[in-house]
């Protein structure tokens, strides 16, 4: 069986928002999502380019919305994880996992 | 209400995709929005600044990025084919250059310096050769598109080489004795006219002066070429303006780019007749009469004419070929006495029509 494709880690951090989100994953929320978790800044063009390519891979699918007031009557861009996205997502955690296994007693977590 | 600051806006614009720009410029608005109402219009205004700075280089390379395979998904395959030619070609020829080059070079510390002046003419000759093969190759930059044009180029691209030859080295390869037989200078009238024999006649610049007998049109099957999708041989001709004999068959070219063919058929053949149609918007009604010799007819068929899709050559001194129709009819002769006949084509699109006549003869058959 083939393998899903690998990702990076700014992908994984790009999925795994978008699964937090759920039906509300558009380029705010999904930067808010990452910056908020992960506590370091992610600029708008970076976070689309990795969206473009996740697209391309076929890991998630975008759909426009409709213009909404509060964006100036622009419309959203919503994304959703493709069942290969989530393959993808669940390969790179057990291959954490298994990276990790056995290695909790030596390397503590950090604090904050 | 404050807005977002107009030139950063303005920049982030240019930078965007146009694919993209309604939902990042839309994301911008709302994030500005959000932090104007925490943290004021001066921190909104200078995060849109920032934000905007940060992802131009990814915002740009994006937009290049979209812009090349937006632009490889909308070309053709010959298109795509022209510009691998163009950096093959581009790179052979520079290949030879520096082969060229370095070999001069050499032989230049060799000879204490007296080569270099002597090598640039035969490298400014080889590398002319190079371009001309490499055109009329397939790897020519601009290749041509008709199969049996492309055929001819080819071999004529391949005649190159032995002209090349005789011109770079007969004071090498003949004896001494004979060199004065040989000698380049006298050599010119022989490649001109070769070279004009073989130089297609649409590539003339001045066509109307060359005299016929230094550029027969019609070749020889020396020419002949398989094409590869139906296996079937042809015999490319450049059909002069006056009509030429290939065997018991007369070729003569009736306008641009149309054969006709004036031949006796026996009774027992059958004619498949092509005739192109210019076409306007309306739609056309072709009709094709058999007259006897007293202008009774004979026959009258209504062929359904089948329109073309326009060509456009991606070579800009082509003229684009517009949408034409074209009659495919299938003429049994069996049912006609042998005798001269004439053929009458009639196109007419309500308001405006033209009849074209082409003459021909049914034989007895012969057993």
Known sequence: MALPPSLGEFEQLVLLAIVHQDDEAYGVTIRREIEERTRRRVTVGALYTALDRLEKKGLVTSTMSKPTSERGGRSKRYFALTSTGEKALRHAHDTFTRMWAGLESTLRPSRG | ?367
């Open chain 2, 1 to 367: 209400m404050t807005t977002p600051p107009p030139l950063a806006e303005r920049v982030l614009r240019w930078s965007l995709a146009p694919g993209d720009r309604e939902a990042v410029i839309g994301d911008f608005q709302e994030e500005f929005e959000a932090i104007r109402e925490t943290r004021g219009a001066a921190a909104a205004r200078q995060w849109y600044w920032t934000q905007t700075a940060a992802s131009l280089p990814s915002n740009v390379l994006r937009r290049i990025r979209g812009e090349r395979l937006r632009l490889r998904s909308a070309e053709s395959a010959d298109d795509r084919a022209s510009r691998r030619n163009v950096r093959h070609a581009a790179l052979v020829m520079v290949g030879v250059g520096l082969v060229i080059g370095g070999a001069g070079l050499v032989m230049d510390q060799a000879t204490g310096g007296a080569f270099l002046a002597f090598a640039l003419v035969p490298l400014a000759f080889v590398l002319l050769f190079f371009g001309l093969v490499l055109f009329f190759n397939s790897l020519s930059p601009w290749p041509e598109r008709d199969p049996v044009t492309r055929a001819i180029n080819q071999r004529r691209g391949q005649i190159l080489w032995p002209l090349f030859l005789c011109w770079s080295f007969p004071d090498k390869i003949a004896p001494h004795a004979y060199q004065h037989v040989v000698a380049r200078w006298e050599l010119v009238p022989l490649l001109a006219g070769i070279a004009l024999m073989l130089w297609p006649q649409k590539y003339w610049i001045f066509g109307g002066f060359v005299p016929a007998i230094l550029a027969p049109q019609v070749w020889s099957p020396f020419f002949s070429t398989r094409r590869e999708a139906d296996q079937r041989i042809y015999l490319p001709v450049d059909a002069p303006s006056g009509p030429a004999q290939i065997g018991d068959v007369i070729v003569t070219r009736g306008g641009e780019s149309r054969i006709g063919i004036n031949r006796v058929f026996a009774a027992a053949d059958t004619v498949r007749l092509f005739a192109p149609i210019g076409i306007g918007d309306a739609p056309v009604h072709v009709s094709v009469a058999v007259l006897t010799a007293h202008d009774t007819v004979a026959a009258e068929f209504q062929p359904v004419p089948t329109v073309s899709t326009p060509v456009e050559h991606p070579e800009w001194w082509r003229k684009p070929v517009p949408p034409t129709a074209q009659i495919d009819l299938a003429m049994p002769l069996h049912t006609f006495a042998p005798g001269n006949y004439r053929l009458a084509i009639t196109a007419t699109d309500g308001t405006a029509g033209c009849t074209k006549y082409a003459d021909f003869r049914v034989a007895p058959d012969i057993e």
